[in-house]
């Protein structure tokens, strides 16, 4: 079974503070995506990579930056946190192998900035 | 316009019946579709993706696809309080990202 995981499920961080979230998978997946899911809004990208140290932006990749080193990793960086970044962070992996497309998604964390 | 649009619901249904939710797509070069299930708090999960025009079934399941009409619906057979949730509707247009829809919320009614 893949597994996607991230290092929090809650947190709470005050303004201007640096924010650093993590997600790793385990199916040696090329792709790495990350979102933001709000009421009303749906899912957003913010950015995505297609492989180590590759990044593209997303959707809303303002206010946010990625970093890819390893290919089981995927970091999501707020350089200085705002209230409106309070959100429901989701990571998501996929392969360009057989059933490409298909993503799984970790557990989320949810954000919330003070 | 959304690349992705869902039928906005919410969608309520006796426990059961059947579920209908549908979905349509603006790029007619989308190739394969995918429809999550999320509970309330949680990630969304995989249900079933379908690629090809026609019928595809998986348990109470039913994912149907008509590319001439550009439109992708699912249908929940014997609906089940459990099936209770946001059901999201993704299309793929290229090797990396999914277009998805806004969801739609389904209750099945005891």
């Known amino acids: 079974d893949v597994k996607v995981t991230q290092s929090s499920r809650y947190l709470v961080k005050r303004t201007g503070e640096k924010v650093f979230l993590e997600c790793v998978q385990d199916?040696?997946?090329?792709?790495m995506f990350w979102y933001r899911q709000d009421p009303g809004l749906g899912l957003r990208l913010i950015y995505f990579s297609y492989d180590v140290k590759m990044k593209e932006k997303g959707d809303i990749p303002e206010g946010y930056s990625v970093s890819r080193e390893k290919k089981e990793r995927f970091s999501l960086i707020l350089e200085s946190a705002s209230t409106n970044q309070t959100s429901m962070y989701l990571c998501a992996s996929s392969s360009r192998g057989p059933f490409k497309g298909t993503q799984y998604f970790g557990p989320g964390t949810r954000l919330t900035v003070l | 316009q959304k690349e992705v649009e869902q039928n906005s619901g919410p969608l309520s249904v006796p426990e059961g019946a059947i579920a209908s939710l549908n979905c349509t797509y603006s790029?007619?070069?989308?190739?394969?579709f995918f429809w999550y299930r999320q509970y309330s708090g949680k990630s969304p999960e995989l249900i079933m993706f379908i690629y090809s025009n026609g019928d595809k079934e998986d348990g109470r399941f039913t994912a149907q696809l008509n590319k001439a009409s550009q439109y992708v619906s699912l249908l929940i057979r014997d609906s089940q309080p459990s099936d209770s949730a946001t059901y999201l509707c993704?299309?793929?247009?290229?090797?990396?990202?999914?277009?998805f829809g806004a969801g739609t919320t389904v209750t099945v009614r005891a």
């Open positions: 199916m040696d997946h090329e792709n």
């Open positions: 790029d007619r070069g989308s190739q394969s």
């Open positions: 993704a299309g793929r247009s290229n090797d990396y990202k999914l277009s």
